[in-house]
């Protein structure tokens, strides 16, 4: 099986190649066919990754997977070879029809990585640069690498190789005034030095701070940075941000050898909400209210960002603690970028973001915004209530009955909702898909999700 699904990764390979040729030479409807041809070689460099994993080429799965990418793939090379017809006349005729069958041929491509086809036979979680995470990880800080330039959507170069925060609106003149720091000497006394004692399995050392003149317990997390520029990207980002459903930045340490480290708020019995949902039984299922907080909460949270003008990039259930109160807060900014306004856009980076949760625009590499951070909420709120991740081509009929309602798998107890909890459910359901649509334009922002909830 393994030698079937390699002979497959091959094709895709070999087609993909095959496109990159076919655009150089293209002499009608350049722009669509280089779209395809950026998307092509997106696929050739994970398929090459995908190839290097034994055990996942021995999946059963595996081979339907990459025919039915190869096949998308033939079909856009068989129409950008039509590309370069001769004829100037016949050229310009059938210009307008041919860009229509391209962009499809381009959405066909996008829809099998985006639904999971190709895309989860290769990473589920690509995220460049993932920092030891705060909630959900067991990992020691101590082996965290740095991260790249390209792994932060934040930092580029400029033609001159020099690397800059790429935020749109400018930070303040000094984007760390407000914001405590400490000494490495008064981290180590609190972590009596950074001993297993102290260290908590989701990532983070635990220890009293003096913070503002009072004594603060703090969660202290390993930060790692290439350059200066990226610690005053994480810090001018998160040093206004105040809100219960934020996790609170108290302060950082900067020290000759990195990484440097981050002080947050510590919150006692926190889950993430990837543990919560992955370790649900049916004795520990959430009644309607209490989940319909969690979702209520990251949508406050959210919709705060947004008004900020802060991208977060990377929504998932990772990134979002669920306090023992079941109000949540989301942590986690390393991908996050500040936009210069509510309509602002900014290239999109498929190697940004996790599968499964990242918006089909990242995916394309087109230009994403604030609408992208919507999609990833609506894939969570769904999520939630339906026990599965669903994409914008599933089929998501609305739940009429309470046995309807019960047949779902989601975060809550379906045998503790009543009727006159469904209509509250339904539209949750209903706001989900809508978060969700293919067409960034068609999503509401978060002010509007904020809005339907509570209606």
């Known amino acids: 099986m393994a030698d079937i699904a390699l002979g497959s990764a091959v094709r895709v390979v070999n087609v993909a190649l095959a496109i990159k040729t076919a655009v150089d030479t293209a002499k009608q409807n350049k722009k669509d066919c280089v779209e395809i041809g950026k998307l092509a070689a997106l696929v050739n460099s994970h398929t090459e990754r995908l190839k290097k994993k034994t055990e996942a080429m021995a999946d059963p799965a595996m081979r339907d997977a990459l025919e ?12 950008i070879a039509k590309c370069n017809g001769k004829c100037f006349l016949l050229r310009y005729l059938k210009a307008s029809d041919m860009s229509k069958q391209l962009r499809r041929a381009n959405d066909e491509i996008s829809k099998k990585m985006l639904l999971g086809i190709f895309a989860t036979c290769v990473d589920t979680n690509i995220a460049l ?3 030891s995470q705060y909630a959900g990880q067991a990992e020691n800080p101590r082996s ?8 932060r959507p934040g930092v580029t170069k400029n033609d001159k190789g020099k690397t800059m925060v790429a935020t749109v609106r400018r930070a303040e003149s000094d984007p760390l005034s407000g914001i405590a720091q400490f000494s490495l000497s008064q981290l180590e006394a609190a972590t009596n030095d950074f001993s297993e004692d102290s260290y908590d399995k989701r990532g983070y050392y635990k220890g009293v701070l003096l913070h503002n003149g009072l004594d603060v317990v703090a969660a202290i997390k390993k930060f790692s940075v290439s350059n200066d520029l990226e610690l005053q990207h994480e810090l001018s980002i998160r040093a206004k941000l105040q809100h219960r459903n934020i996790v609170k930045l108290l302060g ?8 440097c480290f981050l002080v947050e708020e510590y919150m006692p019995n926190a889950k993430s909400l990837e543990s919560i949902i992955n370790g649900m039984s049916p004795t520990s299922r959430l009644d309607w209210p209490s989940c319909f907080k969690i979702i209520q909460g990251i949508a406050k949270g959210l919709h705060y960002l947004h008004k900020q003008w802060v991208l977060y990039m990377d929504l998932k259930p990772a990134s979002i603690l669920v306090r023992s109160d079941m109000d949540p807060v989301i942590v986690n900014f390393g991908l996050s970028v500040v936009l210069d306004g509510d309509d602002d856009t900014i290239p999109g980076d498929a190697l940004a973001g996790t599968l499964g949760y990242v918006a089909p625009e990242k995916i394309r590499r087109a ?15 769904l999520e939630m209530i339906t026990g599965r ?12 009955s309470i046995e309807m309602i019960r047949s779902m798998k989601g975060l809550f107890d379906p045998a503790l909702a009543d009727e006159s909890q469904l209509m509250k459910i339904n539209r949750c359901r209903e706001v989900g898909l809508k978060c969700i649509e293919w067409d960034p334009k068609c999503r509401p922002t978060m002010a509007d999700v904020l809005e339907m909830l509570n209606s």
């Not at 039915?68 to 129409?79: G, P, S, T």
């Not at 230009?367 to 709120?381: A, H, R, Y």
């Not at 669903?390 to 009929?397: A, K, T």
């Open 252 to 259: 950082y340490a900067k020290v000759e050898e990195r990484p």
């Open 389 to 400: 991740r669903v994409s914008p081509f599933d089929d998501l009929p609305e739940w009429s």
């Open 367 to 381: 230009n994403v915004s604030l609408k992208s951070d919507v999609f990833s909420f609506g894939v969570i709120l």
């Open 144 to 151: 965290s690498q740095p991260r790249t330039d390209q792994a």
């Open 68 to 79: 039915a990418m190869a096949d998308c793939l033939d079909d856009a090379l068989l129409l």
């Open 129 to 131: 640069g993932q920092r």
